[in-house]
C-alpha cells in the first residue's frame, strides 16, 4: 500500500520497489513506474498501484478419481505481475488518493482466476486416475498438468500475468480411506518386525545352543583332564610309594648291616676284653701263688682297706661309751692274772 501524506490541501505519495504506480490526470497519464515518489492534487487525480513482486497463492481444493475416491490437493502457484498497465487496464488496481488502499480486491481476483484454472487441469487429470496411481504417482503428475495449463491459459497473459512456479504439495485421501490404505502397509510392516524378531529369537537362540554346547563341551574337556590328573596323581603316589618302600628297604638292609657289623666288633671286643682278662687273672694268680703268707697278708689289708668306706665323722653315745670302758676293764683284768700266772 502506498504512503500518502497531506500538505496545505496536496497530496504527497511515496510507493515501494515493488508497487507499480500509474497517475492519470485529466486523462492523461503523468507519472507511471516503481518506487515513484510525487505531489498530486487529490481531486483530479486518478492514481492506482499494481504490486509487481512474485507472490504465493495457496490453492486447496477437492476431487474425485477414476474409481470415485474423493482427494484433497494441496498446491502452491508463484505469479507476478508483468504488464502493470494491461493488468491496471484489465482488473481494478485504483487506490484512494486520501489513504492509498485499494478500492476493490485485485488479487483476490487474481487468486481466484489462477484457482480456478489450476483446479480445473488437476480435476481433469484425477479423473481420470485411479486412487492408488494418484497417491503414487498424482504429485509430479498434477503439477506438470497445472503447469503446462496455467502455461497455456490464454486469459493469463491476456491480464499480464506470468506463472513463475507451480508446486504441488500433497494428494491426500478421505482420513477413513486413508486409514483403511494404511492397514495393509502397516500389517507388512508389523509381519516384517514379527519375522525380524523370530528371526532374533531364532539367532539367539542359536547362539544360546551355541554356548551350551561349548560349556558342556569345556565341561568335558574339563572332566578328561581331571581324570588324566587323578591318574598321574595316583601314578606319581604309587611310584613314590614305591620310592620310599626301596629306599626303606635298602636303609633297612644298610641299618642291618650295620647291626650285624657292630654286634661283631663288640664280640670281638668282649672275647678280646675276656681274654685279656683272664691273662690278667692267671698272671695274677700266678703272682700270688708264688708270694709268701706276709705279702699275701699285706695285700689282703691293703685291700680290705681300700674297701672300707670313708668316715667323715664319728658319734659316741653315753652308752656306747660305758659298754667300751667295761669291756676295756675287762680286759685289763684279764691281763693282769695272766702276766702273774706266767712269771710264777
Known sequence: MAD?????????LRSAPTAHIRHHQGGRLRHDGPG?????????????????????????????????????VQATVTYRISDPALAAARLDFSVDPDTGAWRSAPLEQLSTLLTESAQ????????????????????????????????????????????????????????????????PARERVQQDADRATYERRAVAVERERAIAENELASRIELARQEERLV???????????????????????AEAARTVRLARAEAEAARAVGEGRAAAQTAWLAAHATADAATLHALAATRLAENVPRIESLTLSPDVVTGLLAKLGRGSGNGSGASGGGRS
Do not use: C, K, Y
Not at 156 to 174: C, F, K, N, S, W
Open 36 to 72: 515513484l515518489s510525487f505531489w498530486f492534487r487529490p481531486l483530479s487525480a486518478a492514481l492506482s498501484e499494481v504490486p509487481v513482486d512474485d507472490r504465493e497463492l495457496a490453492v486447496v481444493f477437492h476431487a474425485r478419481t477414476a474409481d470415485f475416491q474423493d482427494v484433497t
Open 4 to 12: 500518502i501524506t497531506r500538505r496545505l490541501g496536496l497530496r504527497h
Open 120 to 183: 480445473q487441469h488437476a480435476l481433469d487429470l484425477l479423473a481420470r486416475t485411479p486412487l492408488a496411481a494418484a497417491l503414487a504417482d498424482g504429485v509430479a503428475a498434477v503439477r506438470e498438468r497445472v503447469t503446462e495449463g496455467l502455461a497455456a491459459e490464454p486469459r493469463l497473459p491476456a491480464t499480464g500475468i506470468d506463472v513463475v512456479a507451480v508446486r504441488v504439495v500433497a494428494i491426500r485421501p478421505e482420513p477413513e480411506v486413508e486409514r483403511a490404505l494404511r492397514t
Open 231 to 253: 591318574e598321574q596323581r595316583g601314578t606319581n603316589a604309587r611310584r613314590e610309594a614305591e620310592e620310599n618302600a626301596a629306599a626303606d628297604a635298602v636303609r633297612a638292609e
